[in-house]
């Protein structure tokens, strides 16, 4: 039974860190793609 508790959990937190992955790959894109027109600017 403790094995399958821990099972769960680990699954847990592999899915909670992959999706927060790949939401901090998307933010870290999007505010590279912001900050080129602005280094061109200046």
Do not use: E, Q
């Not at 592999?14 to 790959?25: C, M």
């Amino acid at each position: 039974m403790i094995d399958s508790l821990w099972l769960t959990i680990l699954d847990a937190l592999s899915l909670i860190l992959t999706r927060s992955v790949d939401f901090l790959r998307v933010v870290g894109v999007n505010a590279y793609f912001m900050h080129i027109p602005h280094m061109k600017l200046m």
